[in-house]
């Protein structure tokens, strides 16, 4: 049984830097592409960062140079590193993981995606 938990949304200032963690049990983070997405009311689920299966990381435009992923797959724990929060950022924050073998913009698509966790919220004011 695979399950995904995020933890580490809370609310902060514009600028701020909270880290999110997203701890995974009944798979090996090693063997699978992952990311996080973000969601606000009324809006599609968004890209926000991926971490495919050989170390490369993919972001959204509007992240990139903000945000990091990364993981750390002895203890099966993905996380994302926001640096410099907008308030445009703010959303639930999801983490996800795929089978997916393809490099590319397809990374930050959802319907990729085979496993997700529940969410956090992040605000930023």
């Known amino acids: 049984h695979v399950q995904l938990v995020e933890s580490g949304g809370r609310s902060v200032q514009a600028g701020g830097s909270p880290r999110l963690s997203c701890a995974a049990s009944?798979?090996?983070?090693?063997?699978?592409?992952l990311a996080w997405f973000r969601q606000t009311p009324g809006n599609e689920r968004e890209g926000v960062a991926a971490?495919?299966?050989?170390?490369?990381?993919y972001y959204a435009g509007a992240v990139k140079d903000r945000f990091t992923i990364s993981a750390d797959n002895a203890k099966n724990t993905l996380f994302l590193q926001m640096d410099s929060l907008r308030p445009y950022d703010s959303g639930i924050y999801y983490c996800a993981a795929s089978y997916n073998t393809v490099w590319g913009w397809v990374l930050l698509k959802p319907a990729e995606y085979n496993y997700w966790g529940q969410g956090t919220q992040v605000t930023v004011s």
């Open positions: 971490l495919f299966r050989d170390g490369r990381q």
């Open positions: 009944g798979l090996d983070t090693s063997r699978y592409t």
